[in-house]
């Protein structure tokens, strides 16, 4: 399976024929590797509302008549506000097997808005993980979120294969936090750090979460780079 990280919290794959992206964050986010205008996908997962998750969500899906898969709030707003043709809508508990493999929803201690024209946060429902069971590997992609330990039955109902962390702090965990969830709760057999250096207030040093992490391989990826499994 071909599955690369393209800066922020943004992951691809290409499974079964389709072609998946997670919280697509593309256009104003320097350091991703993507062409929003040119992109093709068939299906967009989001974990939640906020504008370096939802980034192009609306262009790439009206483009290509993706389907859109997300909080059941996201849906709503989706096709009301912007025409998507394709929603799916899902919450916390939830799982569901598209073409590509199988979405199962789990929680997140985060926040869910996007803000309008006016400056107002539109609230959008409960910020979520997810975990991707595709070709028979499972890939835990926790979206933003602090510390809990209910990762540790997240990860005993679903062995971990692949888990996507935040490591950038102040808006998520940092490093302390995001290691100690790696060897103590979801013990993956392999980490890749995200969610960090997009913008100055989330700027870490991936090394530092390499050498606190002591469970399996941590791959530290360039937007572009693939998880080699
Ligand atoms: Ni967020
Ligand atoms: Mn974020």
């Known amino acids: 399976m071909k599955l690369s990280f393209h800066g922020q919290s943004t992951i691809y794959f290409e499974s079964n024929g389709k072609k998946v ?19 093709k996908v068939d299906y967009i997962i989001l974990t939640h509302g906020h504008a370096d998750h939802f980034g192009d969500t609306v262009e790439l ?19 009301t506000y912007h025409n998507v043709e394709n929603v799916r809508p899902m919450n916390i508990g939830g799982k569901a097997n598209f073409e590509f493999g199988s979405v199962k929803y789990v929680q997140a201690f985060h926040s869910s808005s996007l803000t309008d024209d006016n400056g107002i946060p539109v609230y959008l429902g409960m910020p979520m993980g997810i975990v991707l069971e595709i070709e028979g590997k499972t890939i835990y992609h926790t979206g933003d979120t602090g510390l809990f330990s209910d990762m540790k039955l997240i990860a005993d109902r679903h062995p971990v294969d692949v888990c996507f962390i ?15 969830a790696i060897n103590n709760f979801i013990k993956p057999k392999i980490s890749v750090p995200v969610h960090y250096d997009t913008f100055e207030l989330i700027e ?4 530092e979460f390499k050498e606190a992490v002591q469970v399996g391989d941590v791959q530290i990826l360039k937007p572009g780079e693939e998880v080699q499994f």
């Open 204 to 207: 870490q040093d991936p090394n």
């Open 166 to 180: 935040p490591i950038g702090d102040n808006f998520t965990m940092g490093i302390d936090d995001a290691s100690y």
């Open 61 to 79: 899906a009206n483009r290509n008549h993706a389907t859109v898969i997300g909080s059941a709030e996201l849906g709503d707003y989706l096709t």
């Open 21 to 39: 992206i997670v919280d697509p964050f593309i256009t104003g986010n320097e350091l991703s590797d993507l062409d929003a205008s040119t992109l």
